[in-house]
């Protein structure tokens, strides 16, 4: 490999491809997907994690060795194949690290040795456990069983096992226990596993703590309770667990990853990779979980510094690459405390997103939200709500864990105090502050500002309560924490806020409120139903100026949508009054308890995800196809159902009215009494396809175009109609996609800008449809990027049209060499022409003209492959965008 080679993998990303690892798709899988890769024009791979997880695991965050490579996927040596492979067709690695939280599990090394001996373990310190948490007395609890402790030990599911690799252990609920050694004194007797009579021995041992026995019950009773950890319900978690889960998950374990000794364990593999340049960046998995965020990555920016200059060759880029999975609130920006690269993109994903919606929607679609809802509330109110209820049934622990802290500083009644602290949990804006040591700072003062305000006006008729919010002020931030216990009521409420956020939010919120669903997405606030042109010109400037190195995404394995169901709804926000008239038949219908208003709430929400995601080109005739489509909805709705928590819940999953809605979706298949019902999907589907086509390749070009770094979601070249995970998970058929592209390039030397995606007649009408274009789009746009790498590091100006017309543009350049023109708003009005192509109707854009940057004479729109007719430096939008709204221009260098 020459120097020359080995130097383009060291500046920052310009592309990556996110590619989910498990057994079913291994480091080799890809290797041979590599020529792909590097034809579809990205710059990196961008791998979820690789570290030993849990076996079976299907997306790597339930690491059980953060110190060895996973072999499911194939091991270290597979991965070294990958990243040598990668080296030789111009590709680089990205690792998805997870230094948050472990896997619970018996695989996992260090809980295994924690289990055994308790606070004694070397690595009792590595999780955060409270070894002082009444009525444990010192243990851990363990809630993994289905059922109470005693029932469990009653039917048997807990008993006494023996085997080779593990030795005298318990095993609960199929799962193994250690056993304590000072507790297995005098229970062995004569018994010695290595003698001629262990055989018998070890019968008689099985026997005398068989459950099903009364006597044996007893002694395997005393048994655990000589442990170091106590078997409990899972059902217990919420009130009693005494260690930081991620979220409420109790299979996940929090790490205390700010010690020193911990930090050096869980980064010791990414580490050596990056040193030896088998990869060239990382992105942090949930970075708000960890007890010192800020400090924690200029630690980790440090160690990639030092490790980056003994990599071979050359030296890494500096600073290296970093980037956190971070949701922003709007308004909110990483500021310069930060020492990362940027986000993982669900800010843009947020903001493109709201770009394509239509104000002019919200007002209808709401009213009819609220009255079927019978619920007039703005979003916040929902979120409000919601996070009160996880304060009461989920984070009943984490909660009090903070009241105690506060309740040691700040003299009050402990009810009044927690009134008071309810009502700032309630009205927090953001994910969490960030003081670490010192007060808080300007940007932390700002969002805690504004839920002081709020919860003065929850409180103003408590005037005990309202009293406590500038102690509360105080001790949480407002001056720097004085003593330990200040200390530990500050990290107590920031690691509180983060999962009571996304909780209440994205797994509760986003499955109850349903004014559009295309609004409900991972880093959107519902609240902020439609961005204004202007005001996504802004947010790109201040991405371009203070994270220019982010990711820009619009799927990842996390959303709640795939890309392409949301830029689909997205259309109804135009329509609105077309949409409610076509659906309000199928509401009208006696659908399961459609007396009961969040019934009929939720009713709307399964059918505007029915269109949603309605495959492409499938007939409501075909009777496999929409069985398959069915399936996929069913996992979906018994999911939306459990988070929704209001049908049915996962700690109380109502199986009867889960299957009333089950029953109704079988009910619409062909031959079924409701099968109408999609049949009118489908002609609704065909009305909405122009405009959804269009929305998603104008999403696709601006994620390409804007100030940051393109992210693709694995198979999401194609149109992407998945649904929240494990569908947005399932496999993608990459030869198909690398067959697709070669056809749109016209074989193996073909030139991903000739392909000219937006060419008249260059597709048939399928294409369109299928996602074959939006393939071709996405390479054409990533080799323009590889060709004229300045102009996408340079400026972003924002252009201005001049003139009448009826359409929004969205027009900016990107340093004087490309200009992106695009037309939003207005893909209701789109229809599909004689040839099949998108197509908005003449005189959409009256006559608006745009001046290009730099008065240079020449310039080519990338996509279609013509010459842009401009006179004087400006030139007439109908001349671009007579068809489907979107160009691409280029400058021409001669």
């Excluded at 459950?211 to 009773?221: A, E, I, K, V």
């Excluded at 402990?414 to 502050?433: E, I, N």
């Excluded at 746009?781 to 009826?806: H, Q």
Aim: glycine content about 8%.
């Amino acid at each position: 490999m020459s120097k020359t080679q080995y130097r383009q993998t060291l500046s920052p990303p310009s592309a990556t491809l996110r590619l989910q690892l498990h057994a079913g798709y291994t480091f080799d899988d890809a290797r041979t997907d590599l020529p792909y890769f590097r034809r579809l024009g990205v710059s990196h791979l961008y791998l979820s994690p690789v570290t030993q997880a849990r076996a079976g695991s299907t997306h790597g965050y339930d690491v059980v060795d953060h110190q060895s490579v996973d072999h499911e996927r194939g091991g270290e040596a597979a991965l070294r194949r990958l990243a040598v492979e990668a080296r030789r067709a111009g590709l680089g690695l990205l690792l998805d690290i997870v230094p948050n939280h472990m896997a619970a599990d018996p695989a996992n090394a260090w809980w295994w040795d924690v289990l055994k001996q308790g606070a004694a373990s070397p690595w009792a310190g590595w999780f955060d456990i409270d070894w002082e948490a009444p009525r444990l007395c010192g243990k851990v609890l363990a809630p993994f069983l289905g059922q109470a402790y005693a029932a469990a030990l009653r039917a048997g599911e807990i008993r006494l096992d023996f085997n080779k690799e593990l030795g005298l252990h318990v095993v609960a609920q199929g799962r193994p226990w250690p056993l304590a050694a000072e507790s297995l004194s005098g229970l062995q007797g004569d018994w010695n596993p290595g003698s001629s009579q262990h055989p018998a021995a070890l019968k008689h041992l099985l026997t005398e703590h068989d459950p099903l026995r009364p006597q044996g019950r007893r002694r395997l009773h005393q048994l655990l309770l000589r442990q170091h950890y106590q078997l409990a319900c899972w059902q217990e978690a919420a009130r009693h667990i005494n260690w930081r889960r991620f979220f409420e998950v109790n299979e996940l374990i929090g790490v205390c990853v700010e010690r020193a000794d911990v930090f050096q364990a869980v980064h010791a593999l990414p580490l050596r990779l990056y040193a030896e340049g088998l990869i060239d960046g990382l992105r942090i998995d949930h970075v708000d979980g960890l007890a010192q965020p800020l400090a924690y990555c200029e630690r980790l920016r440090a160690a990639m510094r030092a490790a980056g200059a003994q990599r071979p060759v050359a030296p890494a880029a500096d600073p290296p690459w970093l980037v956190v999975e971070k949701i922003l609130a709007p308004g909110e920006t990483l500021d310069a405390r930060w020492a990362v690269s940027g986000t993982t993109g669900y800010d843009f994903a947020a903001d493109v997103g709201a770009l394509l919606h239509d104000a002019t929607g919200e007002r209808p679609l709401f009213k009819a939200w609220a009255g079927l809802s019978h619920d007039r509330r703005p979003p916040s109110a929902w979120l409000t709500q919601a996070r009160q209820e996880m304060l009461n049934r989920h984070f009943i622990v984490e909660r009090g864990r903070l009241l105690d802290a506060l309740t040691a500083l700040i003299p009050a009644p402990r009810a009044v105090l927690g009134k008071a602290l309810d009502a700032l949990l309630r009205h927090y804006p953001t994910y969490r502050s960030y003081v670490e040591g010192a007060g808080r700072a300007l940007p932390d003062q700002r969002w805690f500002g504004r839920a002081l305000q709020q919860a003065a006006i929850d409180l103003a008729g408590d005037t005990a309560a309202l009293k406590l919010l500038p102690a509360l002020d105080q001790q949480l931030g407002g001056r720097p924490p004085q003593s330990s216990q200040a200390r530990r009521a500050v990290q107590c409420f920031q690691q509180l806020t983060p999962p009571l956020a996304a909780k209440s939010l994205e797994d509760t919120v986003f499955y109850r409120y349903g004014c559009l669903l295309s609004r409900n997405e991972v880093g959107s606030d519902p609240s902020e139903f439609s961005l204004p042109v202007q005001a996504f010109h802004k947010r790109n400037r201040v991405r371009a100026a203070g994270a220019p190195y982010s990711l820009l995404a619009t799927a990842t394995h996390d959303h709640k949508r795939g890309e392409d169901t949301r830029a689909r709804l997205a259309v109804l926000s135009e329509i609105p009054h077309e949409w409610l008239q076509i659906c309000r038949p199928w509401l009208d219908d006696p659908s399961p308890g459609a007396d009961r208003s969040a019934r009929a709430a939720f009713h709307y929400m399964l059918l505007q995800t029915v269109v949603g995601a309605w495959p492409p080109g499938l007939s409501a005739a075909d009777a496999a196809g929409v069985q398959a489509f069915l399936d996929r909805l069913g996992a979906w709705l018994l999911k939306a159902m459990r988070e929704g928590k209001q049908l049915s819940s996962w700690t109380q999953p109502d199986v009867e009215e889960e299957a009333l809605w089950l029953s109704y979706l079988a009910s619409l298949a062909p031959g079924q009494p409701r099968h109408a019902v999609l049949s009118a999907v489908e002609a609704l589907v065909l009305r909405l396809e122009p405009g959804a086509i269009a929305n998603g390749l104008i999403q696709t070009a601006l994620r390409i175009s804007c100030p940051g770094i393109p992210d693709l979601y694995q198979g999401t070249e194609w149109r992407d109609f998945s649904l929240v995970d494990p569908d947005n998970r399932r496999p993608v058929d990459f030869q198909a996609r690398a067959r697709s592209l070669e056809q749109a390039w016209g074989g193996q030397n073909g030139d991903p800008q000739g392909c000219r995606p937006l060419a008249v007649g260059r597709w048939p009408a399928q294409a369109w449809v299928d996602g074959r274009v939006k393939q071709a789009l996405i390479a054409a746009l990533l080799s323009l990027r590889s060709a004229c790498p300045e102009a996408f590091s340079g400026d972003y100006a924002v252009l201005r049209p001049e003139g009448g017309g009826t359409g929004q543009l969205l027009a900016f350049s990107r340093g004087e060499e490309v200009v992106v023109l695009a037309g939003v708003k207005c893909a209701a009005r789109l229809r599909f022409d004689a040839k099949g192509v998108p197509a908005l109707p003449a005189g959409s854009w009256g006559d608006s003209t745009l001046e290009l940057p730099g008065h240079h004479p020449g310039w080519r729109d990338v996509l279609r492959g013509t010459v842009v007719p401009a006179s004087q430096g400006r030139l007439r939008v109908a001349d671009l965008l007579a068809g489907l709204p979107l160009a691409v221009l280029q400058r021409d260098q001669g």
